[in-house]
């Protein structure tokens, strides 16, 4: 049984003003999916401006990770507020060094390493994209269907989750090449192992076809696909990955924008793989909801991007700085062992849901990035589409935020210091959503 907190019928008439004046004077583009306006959050729990209550399942989109508006986070972007808002990248401070320092401390490489600071996830993989370029003087790329790296042209160029991202836009950065990531649920290659097949398409075709392996500067892959459906790929995949841009010469950039800062369990989702990439992109919840991004490489490499060649006004803005610093110690400290926990406290219980509700086809992710990918039966495993995106309305109108990814996955991403008492009563509502929208299609 579910019991809404909710004091109005949704929209509630405050949001539907906020909609209606929106909708004059903001730039429809962005999409989305459900008319929630907020008013405040706390911690896994937020409430719209007619005071309706809802659990929180996406923080933002992964972002805000210590949960909204955590005190120790609000503390120090109010203490730094005090001293001074901004200098801009042309000068030092001590937070933005203090940052530099952590990152290199959990990099998921042994090597020291430097970090460029950024506002967002896109300019990370732009700043990553260059100095690969330029420090390589190799022109090409490789990156994955089902990726999704950002929309500016650079990384749009990777982004292939959904063509409505470069419709109408091409052309973006060119020199990127796709290439299949392994499908473990819908497997494109014959053999058991999808990610030694992806590995020897690689090796055998591309590069044996149209693409040199010695023009190729970075590989560009996210280590647990985002955008693309919350896919794991198999054990193989990436150290295979690691191989194959050893004996090439070729940088391996891992994108944990969604992944990264202990949303997984571990700090990088690529350290559940045991492969040591040669750049990290991070943002997202770095910053707790703070824009704040970074490209944190080898040392070795950063010393040799020109001087002078890349910048920003904003990137390591103090504010930005300080709530990452706050951010990660509280990350580093108990957060992500709590994603760990809860994670596996979630899994356990969607899988048991999985049991209820056929629609569910596959449970899948690792921590707390979980994907419910929702088919129209088992066998075809035909994408229920429909039902996926009548599902995040129904959640919405039963006090629960998720959002979609992939063609037709549930992603579950709250914040990582979620607790068993608001994660039971997500998955209870969850579950009468699953119900609800069944009901209402015949199913
Ligand atoms: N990379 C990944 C894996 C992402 O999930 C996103 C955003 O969803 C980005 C890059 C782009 O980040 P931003 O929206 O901050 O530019």
Sequence with gaps: MITKQFKTALPGPKAKILLDRDAQVIAPVSARVYPFVMKKGRGAEVWDVDGNRFIDFVAGIAVAATGHSHPQVVEAIKA???KFLHI???FYHEAQVELGERLS??????????????????????????????????????????????????????????NAQQRGVFPTMPGVTHVPYPNTYRPLFAGEDQGLAVLDYMENVVFQSNVPPDEVAAILVEPIQGEGGYLVPPPSFLPGLRELCDRHGILLIVDEIQSGIGRTGKMFAVEHFGVQPDVVCVAKGLG??????????????????????????????????????????????????NARQMGDYLSENLRALQEKHPVIGDVRGKGLMIGLELVEDRISKKPAKTFASKMTQQAYQNGLLLLPCGQSTVRLAPPLMIDPAIAEEGLVILDQSFSDVAAMMGI
């Design 288 to 337: 707790s909801g703070m824009p704040i991004g970074s490209v944190t490489a080898r040392k070795s490499l950063m010393e040799k991007w020109p001087y002078n060649a890349h910048g920003s006004t904003y990137g390591g803005n103090p504010i930005c700085c300080a709530a990452a610093l706050a951010t990660l110690d509280l990350v580093e400290s108990t957060y992500m062992e």
């Design 80 to 82: 730094t507020a005090d």
């Design 105 to 162: 401390r959990l990099a998921p490489f042994s090597e020291p390493a430097m970090s460029f600071l950024t506002n967002s996830g896109t300019e990370a993989i732009e700043g990553a994209l260059k100095m690969a370029r330029a420090v390589t003087g190799r022109p090409r790329f490789i990156g994955f269907y089902g990726g999704f790296h950002g929309r500016s042209m650079g990384s749009l160029a990777f982004t292939a989750s959904k």
């Design 88 to 90: 801009s990248g042309d």
